[in-house]
């Protein structure tokens, strides 16, 4: 009997895990793309969750691919929170600036984040959701 109950537990954790890990990579609809001088802000939205992903103009040269993101269309995306909030921007201003211009507060109604799927407005090869099988 110990030992079933092992075995259902172990399970129970593998398919928690599972489900968690899978939920990184969720189709995000592109619903508005903006820009500052040295980033893109990308507004993303998942059902009723919405998102502005900051993904840098720097490095494009080096994009290997061609598949450029485009308003109205629905991408696979791994998303985490943007470094600018988890660097303690947070706790000191309580905003994020880039480029002299107010991108996101503690108010906003959305979350700032990044992510490695994006190379500027181009989908990077290779992307962390195709890896995901």
């Not at 793309?33 to 992903?53: A, Q, R």
């Not at 995306?77 to 000191?92: C, G, M, Q």
Request: net charge positive; proline share 1%.
């Amino acid at each position: 009997m110990y030992n079933k109950r092992k075995l259902v537990l172990l399970i129970f954790c593998a398919l928690i895990f599972k489900v968690v890990s899978s939920q990184n990579c969720l189709k995000y609809k592109i619903i508005d793309i903006d820009s500052t001088k040295s980033t893109y802000l990308i507004k993303v939205k998942h059902k009723k969750y919405i998102g502005l992903i900051e993904s840098s103009k720097k490095n494009l040269s080096s994009i290997k691919g061609d598949k450029k993101i485009i308003v109205g269309k629905s991408y696979k995306l791994n998303l985490s929170k943007s470094s600018l909030i988890t660097n303690h921007t947070i706790y000191t201003s309580r905003s994020v600036h880039i480029d002299d211009r107010k991108v996101w507060t503690t108010e906003s109604n959305f979350d700032l984040l990044s992510t490695k799927d994006l190379n500027g407005l181009h989908i990077a090869i290779p992307h962390s959701c195709e890896r995901k099988k």
